[in-house]
């Protein structure tokens, strides 16, 4: 199974702040890899797609960028909102793994 | 807007089969462009994916799972199952279906990410 090695496993920031995480993969995947947003007792919530696109409904301030291995989700300006756990998820090969999460508080 | 329920029992027995369903809404399961998945999560940690099916019935499974796990899909209403065998405290989890839209050209399929999820239901394996 491909490996989803993601960084860092939390971090804290401020609003208004960019963020960045990252999550590399133990072989390439392309560009097969979506970034998760997840809030305490919710389900994800898709973020980005094929490493760089945009959900519908998302806003612009998230962004992904990446290709073979090494991929990263950017928050431009950190809203309150922005608070929880993202998680990347590769659907390259199967099985499909996920990234161990990045959980984002309040500085 | 398609949305999808999980439900079944919440507390199933050691050794005993954990048997969940998806129920789909707002849409139609037997349409060829998704993949049908389930994901669990067990209690402070992260997600795994357990396994998809798509109309066809063509499944893939996580081999850390395979050989006591089967998903099914029921066209006539609407809905996709999971079963897991033998279960153990190990599966006590938040157990998540999901749809992922795909498109199919040709021997190449592209994938959209799971963009719609159920709300998870809770199963607790204990006796």
């Known amino acids: 199974a491909i490996l989803m090695t993601q960084s860092p496993s939390s971090l804290s920031a401020s609003v208004g702040d960019r963020v960045t995480i990252t999550c590399r993969a133990s072989?390439?995947?392309?560009?097969?890899l979506g970034w998760y947003q997840q809030k305490p007792g919710k389900a994800p919530k898709l973020l980005i797609y094929?490493?760089?696109s945009l959900h519908s409904g998302i806003p612009s301030r998230f962004s992904g960028s990446g290709s073979g291995t090494n991929f990263t989700l950017a928050i431009s300006s950190l809203q309150p909102e922005d608070f929880a756990t993202y998680y990347c998820?590769?659907?390259?090969?199967?099985?499909?793994?996920f990234g161990l999460g990045t959980k984002v508080d309040i500085k | 807007q398609v949305q999808l329920q999980e439900s079944g029992p919440g507390l199933v027995k050691p050794s005993q089969t954990l048997s969940l369903t998806c129920a789909v809404s707002?849409?139609?399961?037997?349409?060829?462009?998704?993949?049908w998945s389930w994901i669990r999560q067990p209690a402070g940690k992260g997600l795994e994916w357990i396994g998809r099916i798509d109309t066809s019935g063509s499944t893939n499974y996580n081999p850390s799972l395979r050989s006591r796990v089967s998903i099914s899909v029921d066209t006539s209403k609407n809905q996709f199952s999971l079963k897991l065998r033998s279960v153990t405290a190990a599966d006590t989890a938040v157990y998540y279906c999901a749809q992922t839209r795909i498109t199919i050209i040709g021997e190449v399929i592209d994938l959209y990410g799971m963009d719609v999820w159920g709300q998870g239901t809770t199963v607790t394996v204990s006796s």
């Open positions: 998820l590769q659907d390259s090969n199967y099985p499909w793994t």
């Open positions: 707002g849409g139609s399961i037997s349409s060829g462009s998704y993949y």
């Open positions: 072989q390439d995947i392309r560009s097969d």
């Open positions: 094929a490493a760089s």
